[in-house]
């Protein structure tokens, strides 16, 4: 049987001063905000190893929070969701 797993909670954020949601959400939940990310755009709220990671990405559509599920197998992920 595959294995899926809860992968990242993502909050998009959106607005003029996306950094300013990012800051945000990492004192809100005790993060720290990444200070060299590949890319700009996706943000990863640092949190302790034993924990679910956070993306705060910048987006141009409105704000919303979703999980990322991870799977070893997609197609029978998306076969089991459905």
């Keep these: ?6 992968g990242v909670v993502v909050i998009d954020c959106q607005g003029e001063d996306p950094a300013a949601y990012e800051a945000f959400w990492a004192a809100a ?5 990444e200070t060299d990310p590949i890319d ?23 704000p919303r929070v979703h999980f990322d ?5 997609i197609d029978a992920e998306v076969a089991r969701l459905e």
């Design 40 to 62: 700009p755009k996706y943000r990863d709220l640092r949190g302790p190893e034993a924990e679910i990671g956070v993306l705060a990405p910048a987006v141009d559509h409105p």
């Design 29 to 33: 939940l005790g993060r720290e905000r």
């Design 1 to 6: 049987m595959h294995k899926p797993r809860l």
């Design 69 to 73: 599920i991870e799977t070893d197998d």
